[in-house]
């Protein structure tokens, strides 16, 4: 018997105990150990002093300019010091970085070009788990009232953790024998309003955010500790437009029909929605730190941090399906470039082999999310001598999430047409199934909202006496859970050496046990018994759009409570998502899947500083050596294994456990070099080669194989072989420091990047050998070829990346009064590539470009601070770029060029005042409420359009 399970209790008791054994090892050892990357902030202590972000940008120029390689800071030294909401936001206002938008806050990273999936993060060094169901990282867990430094490293040191060709990011929470001050308090609470939640229904306006914070020092300086807790209640809201794909003409059920007689097919698209998305969020996150150091020589440091995100949401609307069918009458069509965008639509039942044409659906949807993510982190460091420090570092992290993925579907039916019987106590027949009876008339206006004329539905009606209205047809419930877990320890020795050119040497390991898990389950079938049924009026609301969507002529629709239409149609079982006879589909198990992956990694590093041509000269180049050994375990279907129905699912006897995977080498060098060339004046050069290691789902050794009646085989899945992304890597910047108070910095990068993962075609790929017994050939006992077509990941050929990136950060100090309090922050990217993959979703095979690559970032700031008043306008401008559909499973679409704009206000008491230590501010973000626009390929395709709202704050933080 087999099957997946998920025991949370077993992996947190086995994890932690692994690291339990770890620290208890440290602590027996008493011997040296550092977290694997101390950052800049700890090292100059005396020079961070921030009261404002005039002092978070001076300090974030300082620690550039000491730093060995090159990197990207935003700073505060101060729990909730970072000036933005979300960690997210402030990283994306530095050179090379911009944010993708969930839900309308900053949520995942690009850097210079490169998506998320290219984009490694860390927590104070160590490597982080994702609760995304891959391995990117969801910024907007990590609320920026917990972390007091963010760091882009865009080139990398041999000692830094492999893993990122776009860039790594760490983030750093505070070290409180650092602190001038034996104790520091802070309380910080904001509430928040969006104006456009009030639209979705059930959603409320307003929000909170909440923080609260001590550092302490105790027995002479020897003990620290730091707890702090932050709690978001908001809501997350989104109007949306959402056009389905164009796929090829003759493919995926589109029709091969020429409307405008030029002689080549159009392609058709699916349909569209309009939707109300909306609910509430609870993010609550803790950290603690807790260092110890006995004597000058012994430093033992332990923290932690802690998330835990409740996302309850739902998606609510109306839906026009099947435009594609290919009996539909379409009058005064509008076709582009061969695509059809618009026209009068008649739903005519024929050919397409499911009896009906033209249909309209509401939309119900439950999709709420829980996610938990923890990481613990334990440190001892040893100072031998004054020349010698070895350090040991052991970790713990995990992260899981719970995507619930329910529904119901409400179709419109008629009477007059079917007797009513036994079998159809109402009496009705589906609408789509009447010829002429569902009419559509809309036209697509490209990345802005389309012109809906008129849609011969009401979808507001659920009352069938009136002879037609939506009836409860439907439901899903196919839930999906992700765990993901990492256990690693390592251990660093740093030589100095008085030598006129070596400043010392430093070598050391890291092994690191990797395990990921996704279960699909599907619970009762997809239709209602006894259905359709007419659901009560007294849990139906009525829902609609405003505004610009309103004027589009996006229709009012009704809004079904999904809990009580799961009661009418099964019984309280299925209402408290706690159903009796849970069914585990073929598509499920085939979606579900475990990886584990371990890495031997070691390195050294050699750090110079001495003098060329009379000029100071430092830097450092090194080597790091990693081994991998992955694997991903499966249940393959088996023809030769049949199901015992006595066993309760999700148990499958037709079902048998594969694991397949792959071991392999790199060896990744590394080297940077600085010139002063003066005082104020540095020279950068970088040379490195990096990976980025494959997406979960893409190693998943799920295979589906089909038996056509000629006997050839042919499927699809994971590639639990893939190799990572793989980069030689060049920098070279040129920065010019005006004093503490600014910078002047323009740079040059270029990726060559030696493989890229793409989807592709394996003409000859042996099933029999990869586990996998192909089916018989339909209606007999002949098996399937053994080899056959199969699509996967694979990794195909490289190209390049190369890019500018311009940073001016001033404060005016020397003007003169009140202007004194003036600054600028500037930050410009230009990216290119020639990488490119095929696309079909806009009914042609075109070539776009490579994922998360806008040519152009532009972030400007400007503030003011002086007397304890400050101001600041913030925008953050990225060009088009290519991204995944909003709603719409692994679809890949062209973002339109976005400009989103924050402002803030803030007054701060002087220290002689009786209210010294508070702080009050107002916040606005999304000030224009810019949408996301995205399109199939070329602007006239309309994919997605999406509004979030504006978002206000208003609030106080005191410091004590």
């Known amino acids: 018997m087999a099957k997946f399970q998920f025991n949370s209790a077993r992996q947190f008791a086995h994890g932690a105990s692994r690291f339990a054994l770890g620290t208890a090892i440290l602590v027996a050892l008493a011997s040296p150990a550092a977290a694997q990357d101390a950052t800049p902030a700890e090292d100059e202590e005396d020079a961070i002093v921030v009261t404002g972000f005039r002092a978070s940008i001076e300090n974030a120029i300082a620690l550039k300019r000491e730093s060995d390689f090159i990197v990207d800071i935003v700073s505060s030294d101060d729990i909730a010091g970072l000036p933005d909401v979300s960690i997210a936001e402030s990283l994306a206002r530095l050179p090379g970085v911009s944010a993708q938008r969930t839900g309308g806050q900053a949520s995942a990273i690009n850097i210079r070009g490169l ?72 309380v910080n609470i904001r509430g928040l309003y969006n104006d456009r939640a009030s639209e979705s229904p059930d959603v409320g306006s307003t929000g909170y955010r909440a923080s609260g914070s001590i550092q302490l020092k105790l027995a002479d300086d020897t003990i620290g500790f730091a707890l702090g807790y932050a709690r978001l209640f908001q809501p997350n809201v989104a109007t949306r437009f959402v056009q389905f794909d164009f796929p090829t003409p003759g493919n995926g059920g589109s029709p091969t029909r020429d409307l405008d007689g030029n002689g080549t097919p159009d392609a058709f698209n699916f349909g569209f929605e309009g939707i109300q998305f909306g609910g509430r969020e609870t993010r609550d996150a803790v950290i603690s730190v807790l260092q110890w150091e006995p004597s000058d020589s012994v430093r033992f440091l332990v923290d932690g941090y802690y998330s835990k995100f409740k996302s309850d949401v739902a998606r609510r609307g109306f839906r026009v399906v099947s435009t594609q069918s290919g009996d539909n009458q379409i009058n005064n069509p509008v076709v582009i470039n061969d695509a059809l965008v618009g026209g009068v639509f008649t739903n005519q039942v024929g050919s397409n082999g499911f009896g009906f044409g033209l249909g309209t659906e509401l939309v119900n949807q439950d999709e709420s999310r829980r996610d938990e993510l923890y990481t613990i982190g334990g440190n001892l460091a040893y100072d031998f001598s004054d020349n010698i420090t070895a350090s040991v570092d052991v970790s713990y992290s995990s992260g899981t999430s719970f995507f619930n993925n329910s529904g119901i579907n409400l179709r419109p039916y008629v009477t007059g047409v079917s007797p009513v019987s036994a079998q159809n106590p109402l009496g009705v027949i589906r609408a789509d199934q009447v010829p002429g009876n569902i009419i559509v008339d809309y036209r697509l206006n490209g990345i802005n909202l389309p012109t809906i004329n008129s849609i011969s539905t009401d979808f507001t009606d659920t009352d069938i006496a009136g002879g037609s209205a939506f009836l409860l047809d439907g439901q899903f419930l196919v839930p999906q859970r992700d765990e993901d877990e990492l256990f690693a320890v390592a251990g660093d020795v740093s030589i100095a050496m008085d030598d006129n050119f070596f400043k010392s040497v430093e070598f050391g390991f890291r092994y690191a046990d990797r395990n990921a898990q996704r279960v699909v389950t599907s619970f009762n079938t997809f239709g209602i018994p006894g259905g359709p049924l007419q659901v009560p009026a007294d849990i139906v609301k009525i829902g609609g759009f405003s505004g610009g969507f309103a004027g589009a002529g996006l229709p009012n629709f009704a809004v079904v409570d999904i809990d009580k239409a799961f009661n009418l149609a099964f019984g309280n079982n299925l209402g408290s998502r706690q159903p009796t006879d849970q069914i585990t589909f073929d598509f499920t198990i085939d979606q579900s899947f475990r990886i584990k992956e371990e890495t031997l990694a070691g390195y050294s590093q050699v750090n110079f500083d001495t003098t060329l041509g009379g000029l100071g000269f430092r830097g450092n180049f090194g080597l790091r050596v990693v081994k991998t050994d992955q694997s991903s375990t499966v249940l393959f279907a088996d023809p030769n294994l049949q199901d015992d129905p006595a066993t309760p699912p999700p148990a499958r006897e037709n079902r048998r456990l594969v ?242 704009v924050d402002a803030q206000l803030s007054y701060e008491f002087h220290v002689s005042s009786a209210l010294a230590g508070l702080k009050l501010l107002a916040q606005a973000n999304n000030l224009t409420d810019e949408p996301t626009r995205t399109f199939f390929g070329r602007e006239d395709q309309t994919g997605t359009l999406q509004n979030f709202g504006r978002t206000f704050f208003l609030g106080a933080t005191f410091n004590f």
């Open 115 to 186: 998506s998320q999936d290219l984009v490694s993060a860390s927590l104070n060094g160590r490597e982080q788990v994702a609760t995304s169901g891959n391995r990117t990282i969801e910024f907007d867990q990590y609320p920026s009232e917990l972390v007091n430094q963010a760091a882009v490293y865009k080139s990398p040191l041999a000692r830094h953790i492999e893993g990122g060709i776009g860039g790594k990011i760490d983030l750093q929470t505070v070290r409180p024998l650092n602190n001038r001050d034996n104790f520091k308090g802070q």
């Open 659 to 900: 694991t397949r995977g792959d071991k392999f080498t790199d060896f990744l060098p590394s080297a940077n070099m600085i010139l002063d060339l003066s005082d104020s004046d540095l020279l950068r050069l970088s040379y490195s080669r990096q990976i980025s290691r494959p997406r979960f789902f893409e190693l998943r050794g799920s295979i589906s194989v089909n038996t056509g009646s000629d006997g050839n085989t042919s499927g699809s899945g994971g590639n639990p072989s893939l190799q990572p992304f793989r980069a030689n890597q060049f920098d070279l910047s040129y920065e010019h420091y005006l004093g503490r108070s600014g910078i002047i910095a323009i740079g040059a990068f270029y990726k060559d990047l030696r493989s890229f993962i793409i989807n592709d075609n394996i003409a000859n790929f042996n099933f029999v050998e990869n586990g996998v017994t192909p089916p018989p050939i339909p209606g007999t006992n002949i098996p399937g070829n053994a080899t056959g077509s199969f699509g996967a990941p694979i990794n195909g050929d490289g190209g390049y990346v190369w890019g500018i990136e311009f940073q001016l950060s001033k404060t005016f100090t020397e003007l003169p009064a009140p202007f004194d309090g003036l600054g600028v922050q500037l930050n410009y990217a230009y990216s290119e590539s020639d990488l490119n993959f095929p696309s079909s979703t806009s009914g042609a095979n075109i070539n776009l470009p490579l994922p998360g690559l806008s040519r152009h970032v532009f972030n400007p700031v400007v503030f003011y601070e002086k007397s304890g008043f400050g101001a600041r306008v913030s925008a953050r401008h990225r060009s088009s770029f290519v991204s995944p559909q909003i709603g719409i499973s692994e679809l890949i679409l062209t973002s339109a060029p976005e400009t989103v």
